[in-house]
RNA sequence: GCUCCUGUCGUCUAGUCCGGCCAAGGACACGGGGCUUUCAACCCCGGAACUCGGGUUCAAAUCCCGGCGGGAGCACCA
């Protein structure tokens, strides 16, 4: 038999060696099995020989390995060094990136309030995206509700210095409240080509027809019809009167999915553009339209927002447009008493805390007055990736990150 | 209810796409020891997990089917 043992089989049976003596050394027995695996993931041409072959080989330099001592095991094994495991710097790859790729990201706040942890993990991401593969980063912020999401003319600033401060940077800065006109453009557009149209059925016939699936007489109106429509819209119609809607599938599974509205009338004077516009779009609308004209490819959000692709294909389709890449995140809490933006608000109005940059706030002006590092804050957020599950944040842990950092760069230095 | 997503140590996670270098790695927390006048920090050591049940395979955390748990969306909000 020995004759006729070939090459490869000398190779396998000197490498089941070198497994089963780590494998003794680790564990006080070799196991067969485990030392099978190995060589199957380090011998391309173990497959060749085949299982029974292999086995055989195997149980018989494991049995071996097993009579020697434990003194014996240790000697024999020195001889061989065994690579430690790999950690994974950083952030993953993208799976869709080469070599060459760009990304460009965008981080688009509601300036409603301050930066909480949970925000900040999304720009930081977003940031560290564009760095890692060198793109732009932009901020754009989303006040298209002077209504119901009110915008504070303190947080737009407020928010850029906070983002500052974490040490994102900011390749522009983009509100949609100055971007109307390109809205109207493209809802024209839309409207000509008969892609969308305006709807005046009331706000309850609509629900009842997306949720039976049912077309309105909207629906079929010509170009001509709905361009005069979209005139009107501009003063004629009363708030609530008309909408444009995008044209997509009224027997989708998803009711909201079924012909979405693309803009509608709100006259409230907005903090900033004032009673200039009345026309104003809704998030799906004007996401598309930024996020291609601003040429971002790589859309980084929460993953609450993972069900608006659906909608916004359409909205690609219709304008020949390509969908950008998407990471849906799982949120950051800050605390299970305190997950939510409007926790926070809460707090303060209760006076449990003094305002969004108490110390003990969990936002980014909080952990500012806390002696947080931004570096610190930067590292938890990439230590905790860019899974989907929502987690807490583990103040134990960004406060270890922040020791070392301070340590290292000798702010606490005596 | 419908549509979609998700489930790994106490916690946050790596690994899952493409089965085998995983009897599952790291960090924080915890326990023990060291150092220090004490505490903290720091160093060393240790315990600790693949949601469950089937299937495929020589081999499953990884692939397939089902159950259970968690989450999101179902707005003229973003």
Redesign the pocket.
Known sequence: MALNMSEAEDKIAEAAKKFALK?AR??G???AS?V???I???IPDA?KLG?KALKAIVDRVVGEVNSLSKEEIEAEAGKYVF?E?E??EGL?DL?WADAGTSANTRF?P?PSGYLTIGHSKIAILCDEYSKKYPGKFFVRF?D??P???EPKIEAYKAIVDDLEWLGCKIAGIFKQSDRLEIYYKYAKQLLESGKAYVCTC??EE??RNRKEGISCACRSASAEENLSRWEKMQSVFK??EA?VRMKTDMQH????VRDW?ML??IDKSHPLTGNKYRI?P???FSVVIDDHDMGINLVIRG??????STKQKYLYDALGWEQPHTLDI?ILKPSKDISHKSDIKKAIQEGRLTGWDDPRAPTVAGFRKRGILPGAIREYVI??????????L?I??LE?IN??LR?DAGVDAK
Not at 383 to 392: H, L
């Open positions: 494998n680790d564990y027995t070799a196991q485990i099978i695996n190995k199957f993931a380090e497959k299982f690579p495991k950690q994974r993953p799976p688009a509601n989303e298209t509700d209504k119901t999401k009331t706000r609509m629900q708030e609530g909408v599974p998803n009711p909201s509205l509608r009338i104003w809704l998030y799906n993953k609450e927002h993972e069900m608006n799982g230590s905790s990736g860019i899974g989907k599950n929502d987690s807490y583990d134990k842990k270890a020791r070392k340590a």
